[in-house]
Every structure is written in C-alpha cells, then in structure tokens.
C-alpha cells in the first residue's frame, strides 16, 4: 500500500513536470521539419496524457487496497 501510494505522488509529480514542454511548444507554435510541419504539442502531449492515466490507476488501485483492509477489519 505504501509502495503505490510512493508511487502514485511520484507519477503524479512527473505528471506535472511533462507538461512543461507542451506548454512551450503551445505558446512557442514550435512546428516540426517535415514537411506536414505537425505541431509539436501534440505529440508531445502523449507523455502527461499517459502519465495521468497511470496515475488515476494507481489511485484506485490504492483505493481499491485500502476498501480491502477495511472490510477485512470490519468481520
């Protein structure tokens, strides 16, 4: 339990320090060199997008360990 709640702030954390680049990228309009000139926001964005979604499972991960521990204690 406490190794996913660690692990939940860490993930949580690298969350938030990953979007900084997309940020830039946004505001900066930073386009790639080929020749489509993608904004690279977007892909970019795939790495907090996916962080967050580890997170959230961590979190009910966590929540699901912690109904667990509870229900075990209320027999």
Known sequence: LVA?????????WLTWS?????KWNYIQDARSLTLIRTPLWIPHL???LGLAI??????????????????????
């Open 46 to 48: 795939l790495v907090p």
């Open 18 to 22: 990953t979007f900084g680049p997309v």
């Open 4 to 12: 996913l709640i660690v692990g939940a702030l860490f993930i949580i």
């Open 54 to 75: 580890f997170a959230i499972v961590l979190i009910l991960e966590v929540i699901k360990r912690l109904q667990r521990i509870r229900d075990s204690h209320g027999k």
